[in-house]
C-alpha cells in the first residue's frame, strides 16, 4: 500500500510540474510537453496536460490585464514596464491581429515561434478589444495546433534519440 500511494503522488508531482510549465509564460506548452514525456508520461498524456495548463492564464489575461496595466500606469515605476510589454506585443503582430481579427490568433498561437504562443496572442487580443467569445476559441484552436505538432516533434526526437 505504501508503495503504491508513493507512486500515486510521484505521478501526481509530474502532472502539476507539467501543468505548471505549460502556464509559464514564455515556456507554455512548447517545453511542457517534452518535459513531460522526458519525466516519463506518454506523448498524448503530456499533450492533454500541456494543454489544459497553457490554457490556464488566457481568461485571466483576456479579463484582467487592462485593468492591471491600467492601474500599473499610475505609477512612476511601473509605467515603464506597461509602457514596454504593451510596445512589444502590439509591435510583432498588430498590423495582422488588427487586420484579420481573430482568425490571425490561431496562426500566431499555433506557429513554434520565439514570441508567439496563448500569452503573447491574449495580451494582444485584450489591448486590441478583441472580444472574449471571439478571441478565446481562436487561441484555444491555435494552441490545439501547436500541441499536436509539439508532441509529434518531441516524440519524434525522443523515439529517434532515446
Known sequence: METFLKEVINFLTIEITVLLTAAMPIIELRGAIPVGISLG?????ATIISFLGSMIPVPFILFAIRPI??????????S???????????SKNSHKIQKYG???????????LPGTGVWSASLGAALLDIRFKWAFPAIL???????ILIMTLSDTAFRFFV
Open 102 to 112: 481573430a482568425w490571425a490568433l490561431i496562426p500566431l498561437v499555433a506557429i513554434p
Open 69 to 78: 496595466f491600467n492601474a500599473m500606469k499610475k505609477t512612476k515605476l511601473l
Open 41 to 45: 508520461m506518454s506523448p498524448l498524456h
Open 141 to 147: 484552436v491555435g494552441n490545439l495546433m501547436a500541441a
Open 80 to 90: 515603464p514596464i506597461v509602457d514596454k510589454l504593451s510596445s512589444r506585443s502590439m
